[in-house]
């Protein structure tokens, strides 16, 4: 599947990116690259790419950065869709890849 949305959107990195942040609401560079198994500077680069494009916008949170749909982008919606379809394609092994689990900082945890 990842081959079919590569051949649309012309790029395996965008389309891995773009199916992280569809999955995940948001994302980091580093947090990205990480999960999807690409360079930083790769996705660095696409997620800058889809951002100037308008498909992305960031905003800080802390130290990082993070990435997600722009809710202006007229097709948002619709990408989000078809990227959601083709997580569901995806071997089992391969959709975990995707899927990231946050849990807020125990409130008793020290900062630093």
């Given at each position: 599947m990842?081959?079919?949305?590569?051949?649309l959107l012309g790029?395996?990195?965008?389309s891995k990116v773009l199916l992280y942040i569809a999955v995940n609401r948001d994302g980091y560079a580093q947090e990205i690259?990480?999960?999807i198994g690409v360079s930083l500077n790769l996705v660095q680069s696409q997620l800058k790419r889809l951002e100037r494009g308008g498909v992305l916008v960031s905003r800080p949170?802390?130290?990082m950065r993070f990435?997600?749909?722009?809710?202006r982008f007229p097709l948002a919606d619709?990408?989000?869709q078809l990227l959601q379809q083709a997580l569901d394609f995806l071997p089992d092994e391969e959709r975990e890849q995707y899927l990231v689990r946050r849990r807020p900082r125990?409130?008793?945890?020290?900062i630093g």
């Amino acid at each position: 599947m990842i081959t079919a949305l590569t051949a649309l959107l012309g790029n395996r990195t965008a389309s891995k990116v773009l199916l992280y942040i569809a999955v995940n609401r948001d994302g980091y560079a580093q947090e990205i690259a990480d999960r999807i198994g690409v360079s930083l500077n790769l996705v660095q680069s696409q997620l800058k790419r889809l951002e100037r494009g308008g498909v992305l916008v960031s905003r800080p949170r802390g130290r990082m950065r993070f990435f997600s749909f722009n809710p202006r982008f007229p097709l948002a919606d619709s990408l989000r869709q078809l990227l959601q379809q083709a997580l569901d394609f995806l071997p089992d092994e391969e959709r975990e890849q995707y899927l990231v689990r946050r849990r807020p900082r125990a409130p008793a945890k020290r900062i630093g």
